[in-house]
């Protein structure tokens, strides 16, 4: 990845969140990658196609927690900010 790139669109967290997504969703990991090139957040992907966005947002932060990079990162704030999710009040 990019250094200092916080969120990209790769690396090894994004696609373990792609993975969580598609399996929540019945969508290829392909056809949600496209999708969120296009501007749709994770969250709305999941919610147009029937996935459980809290159950999915579990998933994401479980899998994520198992990257060896975990322990340095914000985990819970990482994958709010990948899904795009004003749903989960983070701030206020």
Do not use: C, K
């Amino acid at each position: 990845g990019r250094p200092g790139g916080g969120l990209g669109m790769g690396g090894p967290t994004f696609d373990a969140a792609l993975t969580a997504v598609a399996e929540a969703t019945g969508l290829s990991v392909e056809d949600i990658r496209a999708q969120a090139a296009e501007g749709q957040t994770l969250t709305a992907i999941i919610e147009a196609n029937g996935g459980d966005v809290a159950a999915v947002r579990a998933a994401i932060v479980e899998a994520l927690s198992a990257l060896p990079e975990a322990a340095e990162m914000d985990v819970a704030a990482m994958v709010d900010r990948m899904m795009g999710s004003d749903s989960v009040d983070s701030d206020q």
